[in-house]
Structure formats: structure tokens, C-alpha cells
Nanobody
Framework: QVQLVESGGGLVQPGGSLRLSCAASTSTFSIYKMGWYRQAPGKERELVAFITSGGSRNHADSVKGRFTISRDKNTVYLQMNSLKPEDTAIYYC???????????WGEGTQVTVSS
């Protein structure tokens, strides 16, 4: 069935960069929207960025100018530059096909920004 495989997380110093990748295991249907969410300890999960099949992009105010979302078919990327300690969280990939039952989450990848 559908799997979202995330990679690229890790430990980085403030000001550093990471590139997250998420690959969907199926190409049966065109994915309408792919996005990245994050959840820090004790906080609600929040949207970081998303990109639609039509190329529409949205980035949360907290990451604008630092993070860039992009996609290539079934793979979505999140380039993270100028990382801050407050970016520390588990980052989750999401894919939504815009039809009933076709919404999936990755297992998450840890991003830790610390000196």
C-alpha cells in the first residue's frame, strides 16, 4: 500500500542546513498535496509548508525565507537553511490525494538544532 519514507533528519548546529526528503511508494494516482508538518515536545503539530500538484506553495511565517519546499513527482523535499533551536521537532511528511481515504503520514524524522 502507500508508504511515505522520510530521510534527512539529524543533529545540526544553529545556522546550519538540512534537506529532508519524502518519497511516496506509489504513483498510481497523482498526489494533490504534499506537505511537511512538525511537532515539538509539548506542542501541537503544525504545518511547516505544503505544495500542490498545481505548484501552489505555502510556508509558515516562522520559516519563510529560510525553508523551501519543492517536489518531483512522488517525492517532496524541504530545504532548511539558517536553522534555529526553535526548529527542533519531529518532522512529518503528509500526502493527500484529495479523495476519500487517501491521506497518509510518514513516521517522522527528528530534527535537532543545538550547539
Amino acid at each position: 500500500q502507500v508508504q511515505l519514507v522520510e530521510s534527512g533528519g539529524g543533529l545540526v548546529q544553529p545556522g546550519g542546513s538540512l534537506r529532508l526528503s519524502c518519497a511516496a511508494s506509489t504513483s498510481t494516482f497523482s498526489i494533490y498535496k504534499m506537505g511537511w508538518y512538525r511537532q515539538a515536545p509539548g506542542k501541537e503539530r503544525e504545518l511547516v509548508a505544503f505544495i500542490t500538484s498545481g505548484g501552489s506553495r505555502n510556508h509558515a511565517d516562522s520559516v519563510k525565507g529560510r525553508f523551501t519546499i519543492s517536489r518531483d513527482k512522488n517525492t517532496v523535499y524541504l530545504q532548511m537553511n539558517s536553522l534555529k533551536p526553535e526548529d527542533t521537532a519531529i518532522y512529518y511528511c503528509n500526502a493527500d490525494w484529495g479523495v476519500e481515504g487517501m491521506n497518509y503520514w510518514g513516521e517522522g524524522t527528528q530534527v535537532t538544532v543545538s550547539s
